[in-house]
């Protein structure tokens, strides 16, 4: 009896599960597997070649603007200056296209707020205008390295004589802020722009390269301690480049041998919640949805330089290449391979040419910004109070993020990947 | 054996009843329609008390008591903002958190310097920092604006904010009651917005998680956890009112309410012990707080708690957004929180 009982419970079990999930995965009741586990590792393989070809461009560019650096330095002319702006923007090209890679390998993650950190209290760095508004409660938004050779925050006294790499890194959310950046992208970029006082007004940041030089025209003051803190921070940002370069090289102990020893769902995971994190949370939240909203210019990505749209139309595409197994190199080579979408469209073909039509609305959305950018409407006058037609641009491009990430957990489902956070998929009772 | 069989095919047939159809009914009449409800009323609320106390018929305490319930509601709703009030800008209109560079305070004394008496459309076009509670926090509690002494230069922002809200939650309350709205969209399937039952449901647990999520990082912020342990009292949530620990205890118990409907579909009995306890565990330590939450942060001794606090929201997230979500067989895919 008790055995007959049991075994009606297990009707039960299964008829409740086909009257109530009608819309779940058909794979998982036919019993087959949602993708072929080698056909998988080559894709997680390939993913792994991806960042490694984005982080080695990234390197090549920054030593690109390395080298124009140091013609700026050299001789401080304004055609110098702009040379090493365009060579700022270069730069970006290929390491907005790596942001996919975060969220969930921790060694990017770890890594990261030492090169990309954003958004910044620039006073920690050098002059501001008496407009500048910091972070509440930030003991360092006004502590100006490069004017001061010493730096008292609470109890600690800092000694600022030398700039170097490891002070600077060192100085990095000084008093627990995270607002206080001293190194990376955007610690450059102010170096090289200096603020953006137009507001959501037409206009970027218009530091002289005088700034950097040490005659009789020199302007701004400590002017060498300037020309330090930029030769350091961008010598480090070459330094991290490098690092990171390692972590993904083939047959060596490092991150990328940790990544491909892990199983495969966790691999394919880790891609697709890299994928979505970018999409949805950074890219359409922290960096779209909160300038627009606020009409905040202070939270535009590239306040300084105006490259906004560049760094958001080349994120979009990095979440596109993890995708199709495809990035475009800076020597124009494309790199393509093992897909998720072969892996998708294997069990599922609906599903993977509805993600791509995303990729492709959200590439046109995004294609938007930058369009209006070289119409010299850049992202912050997009983001002014009273501008419903530049509202409506960047709620687009927000828009497009949003479905397309709807998408991207259907592929994930066509994978049988339910739980996708990493942090928490693995999880148990 | 007779009887066994009996009793299956009865169980069988109420199951294609569908048990999830019938949670997602009772959630939607009984719990997510009465919050956009008592949001809507805590709002007509608080342009009656604006009013009164702009003329003179109020004290200033009675329109502070009128705010902490409207933030009340707004809180308990967050967790339940499935739908309409979760689309386009609506919700940032309503709190703008957190507020790292002060923007309320520039921003509404920018306003007030540009329109001295802001008209109804000013405010409704202004920007959200402006539009929503937030602001209203500003003008009441902070202490430059000395709002008593100041009711000429405030008045007329605080009755257009009141009326936003007010405007705003009618909005949202008529996209849900409308026919073939949100109400309807919960009910009756499949629709434009979910196949069937199961995707409605995963949709209001999707939206309860990111609010026990969001829970966490309202704690988690000024706590420091961003900031290498060091306490940002500016970035809890209602800083200037002191109140984010009502606040927490308002959004939680709108998860809880979400929880107590979906427990009957939980055959794990251990499960629904760990969950009940996890709630009760959090609400009790919110409601042991002895100071508010700026204040707590600030001091060495209540690190701890805080603490202790924070690990018991991560094991209620855990529990429902991993192993729930895995025993229901939904998918809780991204959240805004994600990326953070």
Known sequence: ??????????????????????????????????????????????????????YSDALAQAQVLRDSIDTLLAEPSEANLAAARQAWRDARVPYMQTEVFRFVNTVVDEWEGQVNAWPLDEGLID?????????????????????????????????????N?????????????????????????????????????????????TDFATGDNATGGHNQRRRDYLKVVTDLLIDDLEAMVAQWQPEQDNYRAELEADSVENGLRKMLFGMGSLSLGELAGERMKVAL??????????????????????????????????????????????????????????AD???????????AALQALVDSAEKGVYFDQLIAPGNADGAATVNAAINALVEQTTSIEKAALVLEIQALNPDTANHSF | MRFAIVLVSVLALSACSNPREEVTTRLANQVLLPAHEQWLASNIALVKSSRAWCAGEQELADLKQTFHATQAAWSHLQPLMVGPLSEGNRSWQVQFWPDKRNMVA??????????????????????????????????????????????DRYCPLLIGIARHQQALSQEVLDLWQQSGGMLDQLISFPNDRYASADEALGGILRVQITGVDTLKKKLGTPMGRLNSGVPQPYQAEAWRSRHSTENLLASLGGAQAVWERVRSLVGDAKLVSQIDAAYKSVSDKLEALPAPLM????????????????????????????DLAQHLGIQIGFNANDGD
């Open chain 1, 127 to 163: 002059y501001v205008d008496d407009s500048y508004q910091a972070v509440m409660g930030n003991p360092g938004a006004r502590a100006n390295i490069i004017a001061s050779e010493s730096l008292k925050i609470g109890e600690q006294q800092l000694d600022l004589t030398e700039l």
């Open chain 1, 165 to 209: 790499a490891d002070l600077l890194a060192g100085l990095n959310e000084l008093g627990g802020s995270e607002a206080n950046v001293a190194t990376g992208y955007h610690a450059i970029e102010f170096l090289l722009w200096g603020q953006d006082l137009n507001g959501t007004g037409p206009g970027a940041g218009e530091r002289p390269a």
């Open chain 1, 353 to 363: 040419k509805a993600l791509k039509a995303h990729f492709d609305a959200s590439e």
């Open chain 2, 106 to 151: 520039r921003q509404t004394e920018a306003l007030l310097e540009q329109s001295p008496e802001p008209t109804q459309q000013q405010v409704d076009e202004a920007s959200v920092v402006v539009q929503g509670l937030t602001a209203f926090e500003y003008v009441l509690f902070d202490e430059n604006t000395d709002v008593a002494a100041n009711q």
């Open chain 1, 1 to 54: 009896m008790l055995s007959r009982v049991s075994t009606g419970g297990l009707l039960l079990a299964s008829l409740l599960f086909s009257a109530c999930s009608d819309d779940t995965a058909t794979s998982e009741a036919d019993g087959s597997p949602a993708y072929d586990d080698a056909q998988a590792r080559a894709v997680i393989n390939h993913y792994a070649d991806l960042a490694l070809a984005g």
């Open chain 1, 293 to 350: 909203a606020a009409h905040s210019p202070e939270d535009e990505h590239d306040c300084f330089s105006d490259n906004t749209h560049f760094s958001h139309f080349y994120n979009g595409k990095g979440i596109e290449n993890v995708y199709l197994g495809e990035y475009q190199r800076v020597n124009g080579e494309t790199l393509s391979g093992p897909s998720l979408s072969d892996l998708v469209a294997a069990s599922d073909p609906q």
């Open chain 2, 295 to 322: 204040e707590i942060v600030q001091d060495p001794a209540g690190k701890a708690s805080l603490q202790a606090l924070y690990q018991d929201l991560d094991t209620l997230e855990n529990l429902q957004q991993v």
